[in-house]
């Protein structure tokens, strides 16, 4: 059974600051990893997505990726209020074509 | 921009009832999935569908449920009788073809059995 985990949350940080968000997988022949925003009652809209060890950067986010840790994490600089949410992490493997999710981590910015 | 569309929104079904939740992946797209989530839950996946059949499905897609692609846009999913236990969000996502490439997913139909 292929596992996604995150860290449970809810996480709050205070307008401005960055968010920490973190996820590993069980499954090592996992190939590409993204992340979604999932607002209350809305569908996961895509942030990022990372396929390569190491740092990529989108604006305000930075996804880094650890193959041999089985670690991926999302950091959002600059915090602002409207990236209240709840992240999603999702696996993919080589050959299937579904996505594995976690359960997500609710982030709350203050202002 | 190009997006995945679901109808419709919210679905309302008695218990035992088939329901049919239609997609329209984007057009240049080949694979096809449906996700769904149950309240407060995590996304879980039901079945893709590539080249007119199913490529791979989980436990939950049991015989209750089929797919279909009756046309060359729309993408259907049928629960021939519905369980209380099939309330939820149903997601379609759609893709172009590699595991690099992200799915993107419909505004969902919110499906409740009474």
């Known amino acids: 059974q292929k596992e996604v985990e995150q860290n449970s949350g809810p996480l709050s940080v205070p307008e401005g600051a960055i968010a920490s968000l973190n996820c590993t997988y069980s499954?090592?022949?996992?190939?590409?990893f993204f992340w979604y925003r999932q607002y209350s009652g809305k569908s996961p809209e895509l942030i990022m997505s990372?396929?390569?060890?190491g740092d990529k950067e989108d604006g305000r986010f930075t996804a880094q990726l650890n193959k041999a840790s089985q670690y991926v994490s999302l950091l959002i600089r600059d915090s602002q209020p409207s990236d209240s949410a709840t992240y999603l992490c999702?696996?993919?493997?080589?050959?299937?074509?579904?996505?594995?999710f976690g359960d997500g981590t609710t982030l709350t910015v203050k202002p | 921009e190009p997006e995945v569309t679901q109808t419709p929104s919210h679905q309302v079904t008695q218990m035992g009832q088939e329901v049919i939740l239609r997609c329209v992946p984007i057009?240049?797209?080949?694979?096809f999935y449906w996700y769904r989530q149950i309240l407060g839950q995590k996304v879980e996946f039901l079945v893709s569908?590539?080249?007119?059949?199913?490529?791979?499905k989980s436990e939950i897609f049991d015989d209750q449920f089929s797919v279909e692609r009756p046309d060359g846009s729309n993408f259907t999913l049928k629960i021939r009788s519905t369980k209380l236990e099939d309330s939820a969000m149903y997601f379609c996502?759609?893709?172009?073809?590699?595991?690099?490439?992200?799915?993107?997913f419909g505004d969902g139909t919110r499906l409740s059995i009474l």
């Open positions: 996502a759609s893709s172009v073809v590699g595991s690099n490439q992200p799915q993107h």
């Open positions: 499954d090592r022949v996992s190939q590409s």
């Open positions: 990372i396929y390569s060890n």
């Open positions: 999702a696996v993919r493997d080589t050959n299937a074509g579904k996505s594995t």
């Open positions: 057009s240049n797209h080949l694979y």
């Open positions: 569908f590539y080249n007119n059949e199913i490529s791979e």
